[in-house]
């Protein structure tokens, strides 16, 4: 409803007389269109009131799902480098028993000699 709309329906709505009991008394039909006119008017009001509300959550909306896509391509980044540490952790720790086991080998020669 536009504003224009609402301000020329204030009028009646305003007026103690344009009642829905009040209006019924003198058509049925009258005070069931009375009763729609002031729920259109609330509607209208609550919605200027909503709306605003309602795209400000969209838009936290739309961030959230941003960064949580930056979390998932942070936690992936993490992941493959938690693995890079595990491989070159095991490489070194095969490597130090590689290099314990040559070097006993290698006293060991040393002593036969």
């Given at each position: ?85 595990r491989q070159?952790?095991?490489q070194f ?21």
């Amino acid at each position: 409803i536009s504003n224009q709309t609402l301000r020329k329906i204030e009028k009646y709505t305003k007026d103690p007389q344009f009642t829905p009991k009040t209006v019924e008394k003198v058509s049925f039909a009258a005070g069931a269109l009375c009763m729609w006119v002031h729920a259109m008017k609330v509607y209208a009001e609550i919605f200027r009131e909503v709306e605003p509300k309602r795209n400000k959550l969209k838009g936290a909306q739309d961030k959230l799902e941003a960064k949580e896509k930056d979390l998932r391509e942070a936690n992936d980044e993490l992941d493959k480098v938690q693995e890079m540490v595990r491989q070159l952790n095991e490489q070194f720790e095969s490597s130090n028993t590689e290099q314990a086991t040559l070097t006993k080998t290698a006293q060991e020669l040393s002593l036969k000699l």
